[in-house]
């Protein structure tokens, strides 16, 4: 009997151990640096035998509409959540995201001070970045040097045009230029609204009214449908970010504006086959270089409803660490750490010497001025979205109307028309004019 009770003993630790765990319900997009984030997670389970993740890895609209449904009906389903500089001061302000209280070995203020104050509201951050990005012009070299051609470190968009004419050789299988036609405010949108800003137009006037049928925006718009169409890959209208990334990596992009994380996946000898052929310059300008290229993080969160908020807490504090930075680059590579996020990233010998696009991506974030991106003052804050809740809706609908005109559906301006009206309806039933 006593023999029986020692057994019993002895095994009852192990399995509460073993189901003790806490399940941690973590959202996010299916980047590559959530994938690896993924993949490295047995690392915080090893070190946390309390916790294990659950991962939820969706395409980017998925991903921002089930996240948002969650959060604003407070269902609870996620304790992580992926969301950006958009979501955070508004959900913050409504109470909907706990506070990220990091410890003094975190080091918060290695935070790239832009990435923190955009994930901040009233002085607390709320959201802890994984990654920060800007926009900026990929190319490929080569491609450009065989037809005698150069590019501006800082180019314009007729420059893009320029030498997208004389590169495009769709029979080779490779396209001028790459970009994003799928609808959506943080698909099409982000680079339409960067080229708009940089054409002289804004989301608002400084009564909140809607300026979409304005002269920029038809600027602005027909030169990034006429471009499409006439050099750019034959499903533009389906494509974002890892579409393009993929067709840039297959060597059938010779050029490609978009999110400067794309930087150490082009440049990846294992996934790309051009590799050894990209070079780097700023994002385009027109009449202004006043929010040509844009500012984003994907940050990680917590939701207000969460029940484990102590365990997500530790996962976030794990994931967006220095240290998760040193064993991304001692394990799968210094080109492929995170980047946008801390300054002590860029002060790595390591990372500088195995990425070469370092110092181009540091430039175009430090460049990007949330506060002052529009050549006509703007009562918003934000680049290549108006921090506002309506926003949503208002760049939902227009990233609608604009993917219509790059696909013949629309004309421009039936395209801009239609976006003013559905953005009028929005902003007069929000309540911001009569």
Not at 22 to 36: D, G, K, P, R, Y
Not at 296 to 304: G, K, N, R, V
Request: a positive charge; glycine letters at 6%.
């Amino acid at each position: 009997m006593k023999t029986r009770r020692f057994i019993v003993l002895m095994l009852c630790p192990l399995w509460v151990s073993a189901h003790a765990a806490t399940e941690l319900v973590v959202a996010t997009v299916n980047n590559s640096h959530m994938v690896t984030m993924q993949k490295l997670s047995p690392v915080f389970e090893r070190d946390n035998p309390d916790i294990k993740v659950k991962w939820m890895v969706m395409q980017e609209s998925e991903l921002r509409a089930r996240v948002s449904a969650d959060i604003t009906n407070k269902s609870g389903a996620f304790d992580v959540v992926t969301i950006g500089m958009y979501e955070t001061p508004i959900w913050a302000k409504k109470g909907w995201l706990e506070e990220i209280k990091p410890d003094a070995k975190y080091d918060v203020r290695d935070i790239l001070p832009a990435m923190r104050d955009g994930l901040s509201h009233q002085g607390k951050l709320y959201a802890a970045p994984f990654y920060g990005e800007s926009s900026m012009t990929m190319y490929r070299h080569d491609l450009l040097e065989k037809a005698g051609l150069g590019m501006p470190s800082q180019p314009t968009w007729e420059h893009i045009r320029t030498i997208a004419a004389k590169v495009n050789h769709p029979s080779a299988g490779v396209y001028g230029i790459c970009l994003r036609g799928k609808p959506g405010w943080g698909d099409n949108m982000a680079l339409v609204s960067t080229m708009v800003n940089a054409f002289g137009g804004q989301w608002f006037d400084m009564a909140w009214k809607p300026q979409i049928d304005t002269v920029p925006w038809k600027n602005a718009v027909s030169f990034y449908v006429d471009l499409l169409q006439k050099y750019g890959p034959p499903d533009a209208v389906a494509n974002s970010f890892n579409e393009n990334l993929n067709l840039f990596n297959a060597g059938k992009c010779a050029m490609w504006i978009d999110a400067t994380i794309a930087a150490s996946f082009i440049t990846d000898p294992q996934k790309s086959k051009v590799a050894d052929k990209v070079a780097f310059a700023q994002a385009p300008s027109a009449v202004t270089s006043k929010g040509a290229s844009w500012l984003w993080a994907w940050a990680l969160a917590i939701p207000s409803v969460s029940a484990k908020t102590r365990e997500a807490q530790r996962f976030i504090r794990w994931a967006t660490s220095k240290e998760y930075v040193q064993l991304v680059g001692s394990q799968m590579g210094w080109n492929q750490v995170p980047t946008g996020t801390r300054i002590s990233t860029y002060r790595n010998a390591n990372f500088i010497k195995g990425s070469r696009w370092a110092y181009s991506e540091a430039s175009a974030i430090a460049l990007s001025n949330p506060t002052d991106a529009t050549l006509l003052h703007s009562p918003y804050v934000g680049i290549q979205f108006a921090a506002i809740p309506e926003f949503q809706v208002v760049g939902q609908a227009t990233g609608i109307f604009v993917n219509e005109a790059l696909a013949g559906k629309r004309t421009v301006t039936q395209a801009l028309q239609a976006a003013q009206l559905a953005a009028d309806q929005e902003m007069r039933k929000a309540g911001y004019y009569k």
